[in-house]
């Protein structure tokens, strides 16, 4: 029988979450939490998802636009065998109590507190670490695209350190009211940025240094990433190396004539379900070698890198598949492609 997932967060991710666990052989959407009877409500009950409440009393406010509400979060709990918090960043530092209270396996976003989790996790980089771990983190937009080029690139030679600066998006596309609209935001100015710590909680023997800032788009990330081996690099090892590596795609410029994030979206949109892209995109013609050192671009569509990590965060919590078994299957589902 499928495994039975709670989400609590119907946003950004946990929409995309829960869209992803349905598609899966082995699990299932038990039901969602909801606040507001928004479009996300609607979406969800069109979907025939049950949806679940904070308190009893937010019932009405359900029931009165047409949605059925099935019990409060603590019903759900009790139905459901993990719970994915996807609540805005900091919330789910609130919830952590009552998951204990019923000893429920759950998996955090990146947006808390590393020390909220048994674990911060990448599935490529260390799912075997969080086999069997009643709480599982997984890591941010940036710190996953992060991660799936470092470790892609980790077997090769040992890395002596990595540096990144992050372009950031502003918003994500619906958030009306976060900026900047006319800036580039230094954010921090004090380097190095947290994305570094970030990284070192799921890699804690890498070296590297990150700088951060925000820029008015909302459609991807951005980053330049170099990284220094102990010996010399060939280019084809690394291109061979990234190409090897589950959810990670390269985007050929010469061909393709792509150069920029609103290309890679516009292509998405052709073949892509809502045009997302779960993939790390590096954009093959700005790997440049120089002796023991490469950089590169690559690009991070944040509403979305992060799904197919959660779903392999359920089954490593739960034990229901090994490594690249789970990376596989999610992959598969998901259509993630090389
Ligand atoms: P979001 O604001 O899009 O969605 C959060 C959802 O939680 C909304 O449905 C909101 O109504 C609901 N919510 C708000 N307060 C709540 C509460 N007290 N109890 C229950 N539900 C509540 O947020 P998001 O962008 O999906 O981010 C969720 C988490 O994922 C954060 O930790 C964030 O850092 C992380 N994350 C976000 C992105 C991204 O780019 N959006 C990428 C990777 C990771």
């Given at each position: 029988s499928k495994v039975k997932v709670a989400i609590n967060g119907f946003g950004t991710i946990g929409k995309r979450v829960a869209i992803a666990i349905n598609k899966q052989d082995d699990m299932v959407v038990s039901g969602i939490v909801k606040i507001k009877p928004d479009y996300n409500a609607l979406f969800a009950k069109r979907m025939g998802m049950n949806i679940y409440t904070i308190d009893k009393e937010d019932a009405n406010e359900f029931k009165k636009k047409g949605i059925e509400v099935y019990g409060t979060i603590e019903d759900l709990i009790k139905e459901s065998d993990i719970i994915v918090d996807a609540t805005p960043d900091g919330v789910g530092e609130n919830y952590k109590k009552l998951y204990n209270k019923y000893g429920i396996n759950s998996i955090f976003q990146g947006g808390?507190?590393?020390?909220?989790?048994?674990?911060?996790?990448?599935a490529l980089c260390n799912y075997d670490e969080a086999y069997g771990k009643k709480s599982i983190r997984v890591v941010s937009c940036n710190t996953t695209g992060l991660l799936r080029s470092i470790c892609a690139l980790s077997n090769l030679s040992k890395i002596e350190k990595v540096n990144a600066v992050l372009i950031r998006r502003g918003a994500d596309p619906q958030e009306i009211k976060k900026g900047p609209i006319n800036s580039i935001v230094l954010n921090p100015v004090g380097l190095p940025s947290h994305h570094a710590l970030d990284v070192k909680t799921v890699i804690p023997w890498i070296n590297i240094s990150t700088a951060a800032v925000v820029v008015p788009t909302t459609l991807m990330h951005v980053h330049h990433v170099t990284i220094r081996f102990s010996n010399k690099v060939e280019k084809n090892d690394i291109l061979e190396?990234?190409?090897?590596?589950?959810?990670?795609?390269?985007?050929?410029s010469a061909i393709s004539g792509i150069q920029s994030t609103s290309q890679i979206i516009d292509s998405a949109r052709l073949s892509k379900e809502r045009g997302d892209i779960n993939e790390l995109v590096v954009?093959?013609?700005?790997?440049?070698?120089?002796d023991n050192e490469v950089q590169f671009f690559q690009a991070v569509h944040q509403e979305s890198i992060v799904v197919p990590e959660n779903i392999d965060a359920i089954r490593a919590s739960l034990e229901l598949s090994s490594k690249m078994e789970s990376i596989n299957k999610t992959d598969k589902k998901l259509g993630i492609n090389k």
């Open positions: 808390e507190e590393a020390n909220i989790a048994d674990i911060s996790f990448n190396a990234l190409m090897n590596s589950p959810r990670i795609i390269l985007v050929d954009f093959k013609d700005s790997i440049t070698v120089d």
